[in-house]
């Protein structure tokens, strides 16, 4: 089993950047993806960007292609979610999701943290 925590979120005007952080713990070297979701109050849930955990290919919703950056950092056991170019849309609780190799679907998730824009 592989736990996941999220730090970093917070208030931030428009325009504005935050770093997101998700440390991984547990049975870590069964990690095959790692991706960032995030969830507006009323919206459903909606992929972000995720990234492989050994080779570090990347993807991106459309949404903040250009604009967010997803890494990791395997030797500290954690993701990061770098993101520039803040909008008010961007609002919403952002969550990490891990797949391993033991499943199709990502079956660690985070507690989420609140990423707030004000414009």
């Known amino acids: 089993q592989v736990q996941l925590v999220e730090s970093g979120g917070g208030l931030v005007q428009a325009g504005g950047s935050l770093r997101l952080s998700c440390a991984a713990s547990?049975?870590?070297?069964?990690?095959?993806?790692v991706a960032w979701f995030r969830q507006a109050p009323g919206k459903e849930r909606e992929f972000v960007a995720h990234?492989?955990?050994?080779?570090?290919?990347?993807y991106y919703a459309d949404s903040v292609k250009g604009r967010f950056t997803i890494s990791r950092d395997n030797a500290k056991n954690t993701a990061y979610l770098q993101m520039h170019s803040l909008k008010p849309e961007d609002t919403a609780v952002y969550y990490c999701?891990?797949?391993?190799?033991?499943?199709?679907?990502?079956?660690?998730w985070g507690q989420g943290t609140q990423v707030t824009v004000s414009s």
């Open positions: 990234i492989s955990w050994n080779g570090g290919s990347t």
């Open positions: 547990g049975r870590t070297f069964s990690i095959n993806t």
């Open positions: 999701a891990a797949r391993t190799t033991f499943s199709a679907d990502f079956d660690s």
